[in-house]
């Protein structure tokens, strides 16, 4: 009796120690599958702080270029006032963003779908402020580029108006001196060829000035033979090269010493009608001319022609 007593103690403890190594085990492997769900845990933590804190960095860098170009666009467009709202909104956003900041998977996911969202946005605003900030550079160069223009065109307006005023008023004095007022030549043109022969009123291309003109009505005592003088000035008095040398013309106070291009020596009558054909010596420059025709008795007539 005693010897079974004692065998059913010893299955009893057997059973006990084995039960005690299977909680063990048990407690073991649980506690060891905690851990590694912690340390599983503790990394995906790590890696979402990383993006989070990379997408703030972002946003931040996005909100200081957009702050850059903003005051940029303030110098082309005179406002800022659209900019600022926008940089003070997606400031709200990050300050939010930053203060909502969580220590669980969940709310760090849904803070960075926040600041992606919000990288998106500043991102796409930035872009359309660069568009826009290139587009008003681009219209202002075309703007200062007409601006320059249109001053140039003025300045060479302003020119040819002092130019033309300078010939006027050399144009009225000449017709001061006129040797005899019924002696005078009539109906003046001035005709301006190149080499081909074809009408220009480009300086660099007149090759040829032919002047025409009528002498009518011519009183008797100027009949007869004479000489007449082809001289051409520009605006302010001075002479085209190409006379062959000087002549006095005209008496008392009204001599004048000029250099003609061309000399004719004719027969008048009563009417008659005629022509210098001169070749020119050197390119002219453009600007105002005046073409006048002398007797020995001094100035006939002047008319004034313009090249380009």
Do not use: C
Request: charged share 25%; net charge negative; hydrophobic share 40%.
């Amino acid at each position: 009796m005693e010897e079974t007593k004692k065998n059913n103690s010893t299955t009893i403890l057997g059973v006990l120690l084995g039960l005690a190594v299977i909680a063990a085990g048990y407690f073991g492997y649980s506690t060891n599958q905690k851990t590694k769900q912690a340390e599983i845990m503790s990394m995906e933590m790590d890696s979402l702080m990383e993006v989070r804190e990379s997408l703030e960095m972002d946003l931040s860098s996005l909100t200081k270029e957009y702050e850059s170009m903003a005051i940029e666009n303030d110098s082309l467009k005179g406002s800022l006032d659209n900019a600022k709202e926008v940089i003070a909104t997606k400031d709200e956003q990050l300050r939010w963003a930053q203060r909502k900041a969580a220590t669980d998977v969940k709310t760090l996911k849904e803070e960075i779908v926040v600041l992606e969202t919000a990288k998106s946005d500043m991102m796409a605003t930035v872009e359309a402020l660069r568009t826009e900030n290139n587009e008003l550079k681009q219209a202002n160069a075309e703007l200062t580029q007409k601006v320059a223009m249109f001053e140039e065109e003025n300045a060479g307006l302003q020119v040819q108006v002092t130019d033309l005023n300078a010939a006027n008023s050399l144009l009225e004095r000449k017709a001061a001196d006129l040797a005899n007022t019924s002696f005078k030549a009539s109906s003046m043109q001035v005709d301006l060829a190149k080499n081909n022969d074809k009408a220009t009123i480009k300086s660099k291309r007149v090759r040829r000035l032919d002047i025409g003109f009528d002498l009518v009505d011519v009183p008797e005592e100027y009949q007869g033979q004479q000489n007449l003088y082809l001289y051409i000035t520009d605006s302010n008095g001075v002479p085209i090269s190409g006379g062959s040398g000087t002549v006095k013309v005209g008496s008392g106070d009204r001599a004048l010493v000029i250099e003609p291009l061309d000399v004719k020596k004719v027969s008048l009558t009563a009417s008659q009608r005629f022509e210098f054909s001169h070749e020119v010596a050197e390119k002219l420059k453009p600007g105002y001319y005046i073409a006048s025709i002398y007797a020995d008795k001094g100035l006939l007539g002047s008319t004034l022609f313009k090249l380009i």
